[in-house]
Nanobody
Framework: QLQASGGGLVQAGDSLRLSCAAS????????MGWFRRAPGKEREFVAV????????YGADSVKGRFTISRDNAKNTVYLQMNGLKPEDTAVYHC??????????????WGQGTLVTVSS
């Protein structure tokens, strides 16, 4: 089970840190990703991090602003979001998969947390 938290209503330029706590799986064996779905739009990839935090990358739309990290001791993955923009408004979901390759499918999805950025 994956449970995201940390969303809220903020103003443009503010920061938020999302958390996703995992249970019932061997967390350190899974690649973790963040996705978001804005109102009326399709789900969009945000960032991914590998098992040991030795590799990670994010979408062009969030590079330089968002940072993904994980704490395997706490079974938690984070998304630090700085310089938030109104276009970042979305429901953010975390997900887990075995393979780091971009083409591999995610095995588990968590419920989302809503981030609303006002201008």
């Amino acid at each position: 089970q994956l449970q995201a938290s940390g969303g809220g209503l903020v103003q443009a330029g503010d920061s938020l840190r999302l958390s996703c706590a995992a249970s019932g799986l061997n967390f350190s064996s899974y690649v973790m990703g963040w996705f978001r779905r804005a109102p009326g739009k399709e789900r969009e990839f945000v960032a991914v991090i590998n098992w040991s935090s030795s590799a990670a990358y994010g979408a062009d739309s969030v590079k330089g602003r968002f940072t993904i990290s994980r704490d395997n001791a706490k079974n938690t993955v984070y998304l630090q979001m700085n310089g938030l923009k109104p276009e970042d408004t979305a429901v953010y979901h975390c997900a887990a998969k075995r393979q780091y390759s971009a083409s591999s499918a995610y095995d588990y999805w968590g419920q989302g947390t809503l981030v609303t950025v006002s201008s």
